[in-house]
Nanobody, 125 residues
Framework: QVHPVESGGGLVQAGGSLTLSCAES????????MGWFRQAPGKEREFVAAISWKGDSAYYSDSVKGRFTISRDNAKNTVWLKMNNLKPEDTAMYYC??????????????????WGQGTQVTVSS
C-alpha cells in the first residue's frame, strides 16, 4: 500500500504560481501511476493531471493544459504539480491519488486505489 500526503497549498493571487507536492514516507510510488484531482465545494471531484509510473507520459485536463505541469522523481518518492497563471476557478481542494492496476483510465476517480487527505488551493482575484 501507499499513503499519499499532499502539501504546498495556500493562498495566491490570480496570475501567480504554486507548486503542490505529493509524498510517501514509506512505500515508494515507483510502481504506481499518479494523478491529481481537485474538488470545489458543491462540485464533483474532477481530473487535473496524471503521470505514468515511469514518468514518461503525462496527461492534463483541458482546463489546466498549458498552465499546470505534473512531474515525478521516483528516487525522491515525490510527485509535483506546478501550477502557473492561476485563476480563481482553480480554487479547490487538491488531492493526490495512486493507481496500482495494470489498466489505467487516468481521468476517472474510481480507478485510483489510494488517496491523500488533500491540500487547499485558494486563488484570489
Amino acid at each position: 500500500q501507499v499513503h499519499p500526503v499532499e502539501s504546498g497549498g495556500g493562498l495566491v493571487q490570480a496570475g501567480g504560481s504554486l507548486t503542490l507536492s505529493c509524498a510517501e514516507s514509506g512505500r515508494t510510488f515507483d510502481a504506481y501511476d499518479m494523478g491529481w484531482f481537485r474538488q470545489a465545494p458543491g462540485k464533483e471531484r474532477e481530473f487535473v493531471a496524471a503521470i505514468s509510473w515511469k514518468g514518461d507520459s503525462a496527461y492534463y485536463s483541458d482546463s489546466v493544459k498549458g498552465r499546470f505541469t505534473i512531474s515525478r522523481d521516483n528516487a525522491k518518492n515525490t510527485v509535483w504539480l506546478k501550477m502557473n497563471n492561476l485563476k480563481p476557478e482553480d480554487t479547490a481542494m487538491y488531492y493526490c491519488a495512486a493507481h496500482g492496476g495494470s489498466n489505467w483510465y487516468k481521468g476517472i476517480v474510481s480507478e485510483y486505489d489510494y488517496w491523500g487527505q488533500g491540500t487547499q488551493v485558494t486563488v484570489s482575484s
